[in-house]
């Protein structure tokens, strides 16, 4: 795991994950009982330490049954904030080299 990225972009696919579970009525422990997931897992996605894998996106789509519009949502954020950490990552790659982005 490790930070991927800063700002309020990457920090709205964790809020998402966490409107979505109390939006329910949850827990992060009955979230975990019911996806089968860790609540270390939920408490990291929630506050944005790591970013979920597809699999991760579609597991809790599916625990609580998101329409396609919410899951299409989630899967953007993702995608964000997964983008955001390989521009961070490749920035600071040419930052070590001394090659200029």
Do not use: N, Y
């Not at 920090?11 to 329910?24: A, I, P, T, V």
């Not at 597809?54 to 609580?64: D, E």
């Amino acid at each position: 795991m490790g930070d991927f990225g800063t700002g309020a972009s990457q920090d709205r696919l964790g809020m998402l994950l966490r409107s979505h579970r109390l939006d329910r009525g949850m827990t992060q422990e009955e979230l975990g009982a019911a996806s089968g997931m860790s609540v270390r897992s939920i408490r990291d996605l929630e506050r944005g330490v790591s970013c979920p894998r597809i699999s991760t996106l579609r597991l809790l789509a599916h625990t609580w049954q998101l329409t396609e519009a919410q899951r299409a949502e989630l899967h953007r954020l993702a995608r964000a904030k997964r983008d955001g950490a390989v521009a961070l990552r490749d920035g600071a790659a040419h930052r070590d080299s001394g090659v200029r982005p």
